[in-house]
């Protein structure tokens, strides 16, 4: 196979949860144990940093691997979902994979994974820790898909575990209360290794505590701890807390591995996120009049800060191209979006998008107007066409909305 019938076959053939949703989620990491062994275990050969988290947890590990690349080091960079291309998931100093590496992986290995049922997502674990091993990177920054207890990921033991934040995402694998679901999270804290949470509150902090004791692992609150706040080219407001995450991150690696990153490294490579690593998305501004941002948050926690950000932004009138997938709680992310704004609905191109119609449907129990249009671009096409050069546009409500336009 070339890589399109690769990246084809990958796509349309296993589970993938951001395309399936529940049918993609498994219960336990047999699979992901089972798939390294037959790799011959390359993930030993790795040194990792692991970072979950509800939200930041990729702007977190973007930053986490341009500062160590500011350092000197060679940086494995693993992530999800992908924007554009599937080889964004697995980089190298901000380079992505090749695509004969993807396919010669897969042809491989193609018989083993449909033998074992192996899940897109375990397969694409499996593909990192092998690249990165071949590759010999001096450390691999490793993003958890989603909770982190029975994430496939979960097979590393890191030189840190980061916890970025919890919030009430994916509620239907991980719990509906914000301690259970940190308490899934907090499956990545491994015995004796230091552990550094990003945001935390009255519900979580015990969950964070009680698994940090029971693993005898070092815990830092970076919220606590961390007091600067260094420039950054992703300029989201919500990005005031990831960089303390990464502050601290730093500090522990500085203290105690091996590792050694100056404080002008952390500053360049806080400045140079984009360039570095290739990250897109996050607060990314693609007009300047009209002002056009974009951004990947898709649920409440992550919402509530960009729309409080856009509050911030002098405009005459605002416009939200905005579509979602068909398991969003729409009755808690609705109420968020101003009224006095044009909505333009839409489907992201996958099929677990949620009708525009039905869309359009729910905004009106909350008095948010607008109209329905049959793709992402239609959509976006049409606010660039209504706005006047001193209008803002936003583009958002889930990550392959953002995807479509970019």
């Known amino acids: 196979?070339?890589?399109?019938?690769?990246?084809?076959?990958?796509?349309?053939?296993?589970?993938?949860?951001?395309?399936?949703?529940?049918?993609?989620?498994?219960?336990?990491?047999?699979?992901?144990?089972?798939?390294?062994?037959?790799?011959?275990?390359?993930?030993?050969?790795?040194?990792?940093?692991?970072?979950?988290?509800?939200?930041?947890?990729?702007?977190?590990?973007?930053m986490l691997a341009s500062v160590l690349q500011e350092a000197g080091y060679k940086v494995g960079l693993y992530t999800s979902p992908h924007l554009k291309d599937f080889r964004e998931r697995i980089k190298i100093n901000g380079i992505d994979i090749p695509e004969a590496f993807v396919t010669d992986f897969i042809n491989k290995h193609k018989h083993f994974f449909e033998a074992n049922d192996l899940s897109f997502f375990e397969m694409t674990v499996g593909l990192a820790f092998d690249y990165f091993a071949k590759e010999k990177v001096d450390i691999a920054v490793i993003e958890v898909g989603m909770g982190g207890r029975l994430d496939a990921t979960n097979i590393i033991t890191p030189l840190v575990s980061v916890i970025t934040n919890i919030g009430l995402d994916h509620t239907s694998f991980l719990g509906n209360t914000l301690d259970a679901i940190a308490f899934e999270k907090a499956g990545i804290i491994k015995s004796n290794i230091p552990v550094i949470?990003?945001?935390?509150?009255?519900?979580?902090?015990?969950?964070?505590?009680?698994?940090?004791?029971?693993?005898?692992?070092?815990?830092?609150?970076?919220?606590?701890?961390?007091?600067?706040?260094?420039?950054?080219?992703?300029?989201?407001?919500?990005?005031?807390?990831?960089?303390?995450?990464?502050?601290?991150?730093?500090?522990?690696?500085?203290?105690?591995?091996?590792?050694?990153?100056?404080?002008?490294?952390?500053?360049?490579?806080?400045?140079?996120?984009?360039?570095?690593?290739?990250?897109?998305?996050?607060?990314?501004?693609?007009?300047?009049?009209?002002?056009?941002?974009?951004?990947?948050?898709?649920?409440?926690?992550?919402?509530?800060?960009?729309?409080?950000?856009?509050k911030k932004e002098d405009f005459d009138s605002l416009h939200f191209v905005l579509g979602v997938v068909n398991d969003k709680d729409l009755e808690e992310i609705l109420p968020l979006f101003p009224k006095e704004a044009n909505y333009y609905f839409c489907k992201p191109n996958i099929p677990r998008g949620l009708d525009p119609q039905i869309l359009k449907q729910k905004a009106a129990h909350f008095d948010l107007r607008g109209e329905v249009y049959i793709s992402v671009s239609e959509a976006y096409q049409k606010a660039i066409e209504n706005a006047t050069k001193s209008d803002f546009i936003y583009i958002g409500g889930s990550t392959f909305v953002v995807a479509e336009i970019l």
Request: hydrophobic letters at 35%; aromatic letters at 10%.
């Open 1 to 62: 196979m070339n890589y399109k019938e690769t990246t084809d076959w990958m796509f349309n053939q296993l589970p993938m949860y951001q395309l399936q949703g529940a049918s993609a989620y498994k219960k336990d990491l047999t699979n992901a144990y089972l798939l390294i062994d037959h790799l011959q275990n390359p993930q030993e050969k790795l040194k990792c940093i692991h970072v979950a988290g509800t939200n930041g947890k990729g702007s977190t590990s973007h």
């Open 197 to 310: 949470i990003g945001e935390y509150t009255p519900e979580t902090q015990p969950v964070f505590a009680a698994k940090s004791k029971e693993c005898n692992s070092e815990l830092f609150f970076a919220a606590d701890l961390i007091f600067e706040n260094y420039t950054s080219d992703l300029i989201g407001d919500y990005q005031i807390h990831n960089k303390k995450t990464v502050l601290q991150t730093i500090a522990v690696l500085n203290t105690q591995t091996a590792f050694k990153i100056t404080p002008d490294n952390t500053k360049s490579g806080l400045l140079n996120v984009v360039k570095n690593t290739g990250l897109q998305g996050r607060w990314q501004q693609l007009s300047e009049f009209p002002k056009v941002i974009c951004d990947t948050a898709h649920n409440k926690n992550g919402l509530e800060i960009v729309l409080n950000q856009i």
